[in-house]
């Protein structure tokens, strides 16, 4: 099985930074990488599918790259609606997720 | 609007069954495959079952196979999940999703609000 690490588990931010959280997989996923938003007692939310592409409606201030093992989500200017765990999850064999990172103030 | 409406959790004792139910609205439900993703309590996600559009097509986490057993019923857009044998390390909340296969990507476009199996003497 592929298995997902994730990039801080925790950080600390602003509204206005810049957040970069990184996920990298066990082999090679090509780019079958998806980032979800989750926030306390809600379901998860998609925000990025095949590593790049932006689900339709979510702000463009979120930003996903990267293929192979090594992948980045990227928030351009953290704003408060923002603060939630963030998890990756690969699609490229028997689906498994990343353990999450928490960003908070 | 998509909606997915989990129903069936509860408080079981180890080794009871339970059956999970998820009603799906707003799409061509026989269209899509669906899956269910579990969270244990202060945990992360785990993927759980998977399974296709027609039914024909089922998969399951190997810490789940042979004790869930996932299905559909098309003409009343629900899908299910059967949970036999439950153990302590079952509890969590239950979320189905709606999975998009396609030649773009493979991932859970739409989510439930999930429902809490509490496995537990």
């Known amino acids: ?105 | 609007e998509v909606q997915l409406l989990e129903s069936g959790g509860g408080l079981v004792q180890p080794g009871g069954s339970l059956r999970l139910s998820c009603a799906a609205s707003a799409f061509t439900f026989s269209n899509y495959a669906m899956s269910w993703v579990r969270q244990a309590p202060g945990k992360g996600l785990e993927w759980v079952s998977d399974l296709s559009g027609s039914g024909g097509s089922t998969y399951y986490a190997d810490s789940v196979k042979g004790r869930f057993t996932i299905s559909r019923d098309n003409s009343k857009n629900t899908l299910y999940l059967q949970m036999n044998t439950l153990r302590a390390e079952d509890t969590a909340v239950y979320y189905c999703a709606r999975r998009i296969v396609g030649t773009i990507g493979d991932y859970f476009d739409y989510w439930g609000q999930g429902t809490l199996v509490t496995v537990s003497s």
């Open chain 1, 1 to 105: 099985d592929i298995q997902m690490t994730q990039s801080p588990s925790s950080l600390s931010a602003s509204v206005g930074d810049r957040v970069t959280i990184t996920c990298r997989a066990s082999q090679s996923i090509s780019n079958s990488l998806n980032w979800y938003q989750q926030k306390p007692g809600k379901a998860p939310k998609l925000l990025i599918y095949a590593a790049s592409s932006l689900k339709s409606g979510v702000p463009s201030r979120f930003s996903g790259s990267g293929s192979g093992t090594d992948f980045t989500l990227t928030i351009s200017s953290l704003q408060p609606d923002d603060f939630a765990t963030y998890y990756c999850q690969q699609s490229f064999s028997t689906l498994s997720f990343g353990g999450g990172t928490k960003v908070e103030i």
